[in-house]
């Protein structure tokens, strides 16, 4: 969705294009780290709450 509203921006000019690329490329680096950090938060729940076993 994020490269899909990246692409269709190339064609336009002007500073709310400029603001809204800004945007999404922040967008696109926030969801980067906020899917490192539940991984890593995944691995350390893992580590520390035990497993029902059956």
Do not use: C, W, Y
């Amino acid at each position: 969705m994020i490269d899909e509203l990246t692409r269709q921006l190339r064609i336009h000019r002007g500073v709310v294009a400029r603001l809204a690329r800004e945007l999404l490329d922040r967008i696109r680096d926030l969801t980067v780290s906020i899917n490192t950090l539940e991984s890593e938060l995944r691995i350390l729940v893992r580590r520390r709450v035990p497993f029902p076993r059956s």
